[in-house]
C-alpha cells in the first residue's frame, strides 16, 4: 500500500481514536466554567489553555473532536447514499429516468451550495442534527453524476454481458458485478467528502449557525478565538491546527485511494 | 556496407526492485541499402524492443548494452538533439494502430508539413503544401487535397495508415521501420498496404524492415527473414518457403498457420508456452517445446551458426533426401 | 438446428431534443441455415455486421426484424435451460472476465446458477470444466490480469462450456493471440466439435482458420450476404467478386 494511503489512514485513525476515547484523555468536561481562570495560557493542567468562560480547550477539543468528525462522517454518508442511488439509477436504466434525474441534478447546481445550506439552517435552526442533514442533502450532485459515469461505463463492459449470458437477474447484475467495479470513486469520494464537510460545519459555526454552545466544535472554539486573537492565540491555533491536519490526512487518504484504485486496473492490462 | 548494424544488442526491463527481464539478449544484425527484411516471433520474442531500439525509444526502465549503428553512429550514445537528426531522417516508423499515432487534434496538413519544417527546415508554406500532397499521391491516397484538409477521425482506416506512411517517408529517410502496420486493418486494406510498401520500397530503394507475428505475410513482401524467439535470433535467411527454413521453431510456425489450399484437418500446435523471460538459461529456450529435441539442447546454449541458432537444425540436403 | 430468417438490426443514434437521428444499419437481411453438429465460419471485414449477428443469436443484442428459429422454436431465453443451450465466446478476453473475481470464482457462477451445486461439488465441477480446456486447477485462485491472453481465452471457453451449450458462438476468439496459441484454441474448438457434438457458429476475418475449420461459410459485406456454402464450393469455385477479393488478399495465397 503507499505511503500516502498509510499516512492520511494513520492520521485519521489517530483523530477519530482521540474522539471516541476522549474521557480517556482527559479529566475536564467540556462544560465546566472556572471564571477565575479564563484565557489563562496554556500549562500542564490545561495544555492548551483555557476559554473566554475559564474551560479547558484541549477537552473542547477532543469532544469538538467527536462532534466535528461525526459530522462530517454523517454528512458524507447521507450525500453518498443519495447519490449513489440515483447515480446508479440514471446509469443503469438510461433514457427518460435517466434525463430526469440528470435535469434535477442541473437543477440542484444552479442553486449555490453555501447560500442553500444557509437558508436551511435559518429556516430549520441550527443544531448538530440539522447541521449532518443539511450538508448531506446539499452535497450529493457530485457524487451522483461520478457514479453515474461509472455505472454507464461499466455496464457497457463485456463482463456484464457475460453476466446477461449466464441469465443472472439485474439485480445479481447490479450489485455483484456493477458495484464492486465502482467502489474505487466511492471510497475517494467519501474521503474528500468528509473533509469537506468538516470544513463547511467549521464555516458555519463560525457564522454562528452551526453547533451551538454549550456543545463544542472546532469550528465554534475558533469562533469564540476570533475576540481574542492577540490575548489567547490558542483559541484559535489548536482548533485551526486540528482542522488543517483533519482535513489534509482525508485528503491525502483519498488521494492515495484514487490513486491506488486507478493505476492498478490500467496496470493489468499486458 | 551496412545501413544498420547492430551488435550485441541486449535490453532488460527492470520489474519492481530486483528482477529483470531480459527482452533481448546480445542480439547481432546488419542491414544493407535497399534490403528488405521481417522481423518474425510472437509476443515477448524481443521485436517490438529491437524496433524500439533501432530509434532509441526505449522504455525508461530499460538497461541497454552494445551498439546500434546507423550510418556508422551508435544510436544508444546519442542525445536527444542528435537522435532528432535521426528520427524521421534517416529512419522513419509507422505503427499498428494508424489511429493512435495520428494526433486527433491536429489536421493531416499541419501533421505532415510539421514533420518537414522540424526536419527540413523548410518555411515556404507554398513549397510544404505542395511537399505534402505530392506526399499523400505517392502514397496512392486519391484524393489528396480533401485527406490534406481532413482530421484523422474524418479518414478510414487504410486512409490513415497511407498518411502516417507519408509521414515517415516526408524526409526522405533511407530506412522505413513498420512496426505491424497492418494487424489493426481489414485484410483487402491490408494487401493494399503490403502493396503500398513493395512500390514504394522499390521508387526509393529504402531499406525496409517489417516487424510481424505473420509469417506469410512476412514471405510476402521479403525474401530475408528474422525469426526471433525469447529474446533471441534464432534463424536469419533468406527464405521462401517452409523448406527453405532451418530452425525448427521456424518450421513449426509454418505447420501451424492453415495453409489455404488443404482441406479441412487436425490444427497442428506447439504445446507449451513461451519461456520465463526473467530467467537466464545455458541451454537452448525452445527446448520444451521443439518437435526435434535431442541431446545437446540442454546442455549448452546454442550459438548462431550459418543463420540458424540450433544444435539439430533443418538442413536442405536432408528434407532432399 | 439454427435457422435465420430476414435478420435486420439498425442502430440508431438520436441527438439531445430529437434533431436528426443518424441511423446505422448494421444487418440488413440476413438468412441462413446451421445444420447440426456442424461448424459455420461468419467472414467479413470491420462493418460488415458480423458481430452484431453473433450477439443476436446469443440474445445480447435484440434485432429489429426477422425471425431465428433454434432447435424449431423461437429463439427465446426465458429459461434457464434456453438460456443454458446458446453460450458466446467474447473476442475481448481481458474485458469479458470480472477483474475482482477469481477464476474459480468466475467459473462457478454459471454452474452454481444452472445446476444448483453447491460446496465440493461445485469444486468438483469448476475443476473438470477447467481441465476440459486444458487447464491446471492452480488457475482457480488466480485473477484475470494474472493469466496470460491465451489462458484467459480459454477462461472465456470454460464459461460458456460450463453451461452444456448446444450452439457455442464465437466472436474473433482468437484475433488478439499469438499464432501458436491460436493454434491451441483452435484445436480446442475442433475437440469440442467433434467430440461433445457442440455446434460452433465462428465468426473471423482471417479466411486461413475458415479453410481448416468450417464446414459452411457466409462472406458478409455491409450487413448483407455476399456469398454462402459449403467452405469448400466457396473457396475452390467463389462467385462474388468480392468473395474473390478477400481470397486474392490473404496474404501469401498463390491464388493471386
Same mark, same amino acid.
Given at each position: 500500500m503507499n505511503k500516502m494511503i498509510m499516512t492520511g489512514a494513520i492520521a485519521a485513525v489517530l483523530l477519530i481514536l482521540s474522539a471516541i476515547a476522549a474521557p480517556l484523555f482527559t479529566?475536564?468536561?467540556?462544560k465546566t466554567q472556572d471564571i477565575?481562570?479564563?484565557?489563562?495560557?496554556?500549562? *500542564?493542567?490545561h495544555i492548551f489553555g483555557t476559554d473566554e468562560l475559564g474551560r479547558d480547550v484541549f477537552s473542547r477539543m477532543l469532544y469538538g473532536a467527536r462532534i466535528s468528525m461525526t459530522v462530517g462522517i454523517i454528512a458524507v454518508l447521507i450525500s453518498a447514499l443519495i447519490g449513489i442511488l440515483l447515480g446508479s439509477v440514471a446509469g443503469y436504466f438510461g433514457g427518460l429516468i435517466d434525463n430526469i434525474i440528470m435535469r434535477f441534478v442541473d437543477i440542484m447546481l444552479t442553486i449555490p451550495t453555501l447560500f442553500l445550506i444557509l437558508m436551511l439552517i435559518v429556516f430549520l435552526g441550527p443544531s448538530i442534527i440539522n447541521v449532518m442533514i443539511i450538508i448531506g442533502l446539499t452535497s450529493w450532485t457530485d457524487i451522483a453524476r461520478l457514479i453515474r459515469a461509472e455505472v454507464m461505463s461499466v455496464k457497457k463492459l463485456a463482463y456484464v454481458d457475460a453476466a446477461k449470458l449466464i441469465g443472472l437477474r439485474k439485480r445479481t447484475i447490479i450489485f455483484k458485478h456493477i458495484m464492486p467495479n465502482i467502489l474505487g470513486p466511492i471510497f475517494v469520494y467519501m474521503t474528500f467528502g468528509i473533509s469537506g464537510a468538516i470544513l463547511t460545519e467549521s464555516g458555519l459555526s463560525f457564522l454562528g449557525l452551526g453547533v451551538q454552545p454549550p456543545y463544542p466544535s472546532w469550528g465554534n472554539i475558533l469562533t469564540a478565538g476570533k475576540d481574542y486573537i492577540? *490575548?489567547?492565540w490558542w483559541m484559535v491555533f489548536y482548533p485551526g491546527l486540528a482542522i488543517f491536519i483533519a482535513v489534509f490526512s482525508y485528503n491525502i487518504l483519498g488521494e492515495g485511494l484514487r490513486d491506488y484504485f486507478n493505476p492498478r486496473l490500467k496496470k493489468e492490462n499486458k | 556496407m551496412s545501413v544498420i548494424e547492430i551488435k550485441a544488442l541486449s535490453v532488460d526491463y527492470k520489474l519492481g526492485q530486483k528482477q529483470l527481464l531480459h +527482452?533481448?539478449?546480445?542480439v547481432n544484425l546488419a542491414i544493407g541499402a535497399g534490403e528488405a527484411l521481417a522481423i518474425v516471433g510472437e509476443s515477448g520474442c524481443g521485436k517490438s524492443t529491437l524496433a524500439s531500439s533501432l530509434v #532509441?525509444?526505449? +522504455?525508461?526502465n530499460s538497461i541497454s548494452s552494445g551498439t546500434v549503428l546507423i550510418d556508422n553512429k551508435n544510436i544508444l550514445e546519442m542525445t536527444n538533439k542528435e537522435l532528432e537528426s535521426v528520427r524521421g531522417v534517416k529512419a522513419g516508423t509507422i505503427f499498428q494502430d494508424p489511429a493512435a499515432s495520428?494526433?486527433?487534434?491536429?489536421s493531416v496538413k499541419e501533421q505532415i508539413e510539421e514533420t518537414i519544417m522540424a526536419h527540413?527546415?523548410?518555411?515556404d508554406k507554398l513549397k510544404l503544401k505542395e511537399m505534402a500532397i505530392k506526399l499523400l499521391e505517392e502514397t496512392g491516397i486519391k484524393e489528396a487535397q480533401r485527406v490534406y484538409e481532413s482530421?484523422?477521425?474524418?479518414?478510414s482506416g487504410g486512409q490513415q495508415q497511407r498518411v502516417m506512411i507519408a509521414i515517415a517517408l516526408s524526409c526522405s529517410p533511407k530506412i522505413l521501420i513498420a512496426d505491424?502496420?497492418?494487424?489493426?486493418?481489414d485484410v483487402t486494406v491490408q494487401a493494399q498496404i503490403i502493396e503500398l510498401l513493395k512500390r514504394l520500397k522499390k521508387e526509393r530503394n529504402l531499406s525496409l524492415i517489417l516487424i510481424t507475428h505473420d509469417l506469410h505475410l512476412a514471405l510476402d513482401l521479403c525474401k530475408r527473414v528474422i525469426v526471433m524467439y525469447a529474446g533471441e535470433i534464432v534463424e536469419d535467411t533468406i527464405m521462401?518457403?517452409?523448406? +527453405?527454413?532451418?530452425?525448427p521453431y521456424t518450421r513449426a510456425l509454418f505447420e501451424i498457420i492453415?495453409?489455404? #489450399?488443404?482441406?479441412?484437418r487436425e490444427f497442428a500446435v506447439i504445446p507449451g508456452e513461451v519461456p520465463d523471460l526473467k530467467m537466464v538459461m545455458n541451454?537452448?529456450?525452445?527446448k520444451n517445446r521443439?518437435?526435434?529435441?535431442?541431446?545437446k539442447c540442454g546442455k549448452a546454449h546454442p550459438e548462431m551458426v550459418n543463420g540458424v541458432r540450433c544444435f539439430y537444425p533443418y538442413t536442405k540436403e536432408r528434407v532432399k533426401s | 438446428m439454427l435457422k435465420v430468417i430476414n435478420l435486420k438490426k439498425v442502430f440508431t443514434n438520436e441527438k439531445m431534443f430529437g434533431k436528426g437521428k443518424t441511423e446505422v444499419i448494421a444487418v440488413a437481411g440476413v438468412s441462413f441455415e446451421v445444420k447440426d453438429g456442424t461448424i459455420m465460419a461468419i467472414v467479413g471485414e470491420s462493418g460488415s455486421g458480423k458481430t452484431t449477428i453473433a450477439r443476436c443469436l446469443a440474445g445480447i443484442e435484440i434485432p429489429d426484424e426477422g425471425e431465428i428459429i433454434f432447435n424449431n422454436e423461437p429463439?427465446?431465453?426465458?429459461?434457464k435451460e434456453k438460456r443454458a443451450a446458446v453460450q458466446y465466446v467474447f473476442q475481448d478476453t481481458f474485458g469479458s472476465l470480472?477483474?475482482?473475481?477469481k477464476i474459480g470464482d468466475i467459473i462457478a457462477e454459471p454452474i452454481g446458477f444452472h445446476f444448483n451445486k453447491t460446496g465440493n461439488e461445485l469444486r468438483l465441477g469448476v475443476i473438470a470444466c477447467l481441465e476440459s480446456v486444458g487447464?491446471?486447477?492452480?488457475?482457480?485462485?488466480?485473477?484475470?490480469?494474472?493469466?496470460s491472453g491465451g489462458q484467459r481465452q480459454r477462461v472465456v471457453i470454460a464459461r460458456a462450456l460450463a453451461m452444456r451449450p448446444s450452439l457455442l458462438i464465437a466472436d474473433e476468439?482468437?484475433?488478439?493471440?499469438d499464432v501458436s496459441v491460436q493454434a491451441q484454441i483452435l484445436s480446442l474448438f475442433q475437440k469440442l466439435n467433434k467430440e461433445n457434438k457442440i455446434s460452433i457458429v465462428f465468426i473471423t476475418h482471417d479466411l486461413r482458420l475458415v479453410k481448416s475449420l468450417a464446414d459452411d461459410i457466409i462472406v458478409l459485406k455491409d450487413g448483407k450476404i455476399e456469398e454462402q456454402g459449403s467452405v469448400e464450393n466457396v473457396f475452390c469455385k467463389p462467385k462474388s467478386a468480392y468473395t474473390k477479393l478477400l481470397l486474392s488478399s490473404i496474404p501469401g495465397n498463390p491464388q493471386k
Open positions: 479529566s475536564y468536561d467540556y477565575s481562570i479564563r484565557l489563562s495560557s496554556p500549562d *500542564t493542567k492577540h *490575548t489567547a | +527482452a533481448l539478449k546480445s #532509441n525509444l526505449l +522504455a525508461l495520428l494526433n486527433p487534434v491536429f527540413l527546415k523548410i518555411k482530421y484523422p477521425h474524418q479518414l505491424e502496420p497492418t494487424t489493426a486493418l521462401q518457403n517452409k523448406e +527453405a527454413s532451418a530452425h492453415p495453409d489455404i #489450399n488443404e482441406n479441412k541451454e537452448c529456450y525452445f521443439c518437435h526435434k529435441v535431442g541431446e | 429463439l427465446m431465453f426465458d429459461t470480472n477483474p475482482r473475481m487447464l491446471k486447477t492452480e488457475i482457480e485462485n488466480k485473477y484475470p490480469h494474472e493469466l476468439p482468437v484475433s488478439s493471440l
